[in-house]
């Protein structure tokens, strides 16, 4: 009996016991359970008001408006705003869960849940300051490139085309745009490089900053080509015109059509349309062309383009020689039409069949002498040139 006893208030005690023990459990975890509940129902609501307030906030800069026009409902969940709107959430909670395990005691396993956060943590300071001045970058170069495009628009820039004798643009706001685009890329590219620095992450900052850097190193030059290009234009067109109206003055074109060699270009003006030849004006546009050539040449050299520079210096020199044996040939063909018409006046007939033979043989020396100074085949000419020699000697025979 006295065993049966025993028995019944051992069960009676551990029951007691065990009682006890769920009651401490119950409530030593019932305010951490309803603490970390709390903590996520708040995180919830705070990550529901993040992601309506940058959704809100991001589909009204320039940038998302400009992208978000074929979806303009700005609940329509492919909009920018809306997708940087869910990123938020997504931190928010992130973030909310980290904290509601805490209370639970079970920080041993969330711990690199708790270095992401903590890394995340430092890097939103840079984040911010990175954002930040990237917009203040952004807003000052838009500012800077509408008011040089109001400056330039206003100054009437594109009128000073007809006066060096180029076409006017069809469209007057292209070179404003230009400019402005120009003065848009040297603000916004610095300010980019400065916005990666803040960051500090070198994966991302030091190939993007290098890029940049080249990028901004390359605008001095490419703008300085561009100016030695519109300069060049301008002096070839204003050279050209002036050698041209001076050869004209000057009686070139008289003197030209006196000679005969191109037809009757005595009564020809400046400007008649068709096949007619002008001497003067041929001479103004080799003129035109050799500066252009030059200016290219400077161009390329600015680039840092060897090779460009280089075939635009052939090309100078290669044109240098045609003309001057262009001239050299026009010469001998003027001599050997004063020499033969000064035959056939003084000489008999006798001498006055030996007048064309004479002016052949004056045209072929110069315009050999001239291929020479060309640059051609030095072979090729010269066994031309003694197969004619031996052609006239044997039809004198």
Known sequence: MQDVTYAGDTVVSNTRDFGAQAWSYVEIWTPRIIAALVILLVGWAIARAVKWGVAKLVNKTPLALHANEPNANPRNPTTIGAQVGDAAYWVVLLIALFLATQPLG???????????????????????????????????????????????????????????????????????????????????????????????????????????????????????????????????????????????????????GSIGIFGNTENRELGTTGPSFVPSKTVGTGAFVAILIFGLMEAFRQLNFAYGSQIMAEVLTLFGQVVFGAIIIFASVVIARFVAHAIERNGDQGTRVAAPVVRIAIIVLGTAIGLRFMGLADDIINLAFGLLLGAIAVAFA
């Open 106 to 256: 079970l920080a041993g396993a969330t711990g690199p849940l708790g270095d992401m956060l903590q890394g995340f943590g430092r890097a939103v300071p840079r984040i911010i300051g990175a954002g930040l001045i990237f917009f203040l970058g952004y807003v000052l170069a838009k500012v800077a490139k509408k008011a040089v495009e109001a400056v330039i628009t206003a100054s009437h820039v594109e009128r000073f085309s007809t006066h060096v004798g180029a076409a006017t643009p069809a469209d007057p706001t292209m070179l404003p745009r230009t400019i402005g685009s120009i003065v848009f890329a040297l603000i916004i590219i610095p300010v980019s490089i400065a916005a990666l620095d803040t960051l500090n992450i070198a994966a991302i900052s030091q190939p993007a900053t290098a890029m940049l850097r080249i990028i901004l190193d390359a605008i001095p030059h490419v703008i300085a080509a561009g100016m030695i290009l519109a300069v060049a234009y301008v002096i070839a067109k204003f050279a050209s015109r002036l050698l041209t109206q001076f050869l004209t003055t000057t009686g070139f074109d008289r003197t030209i």
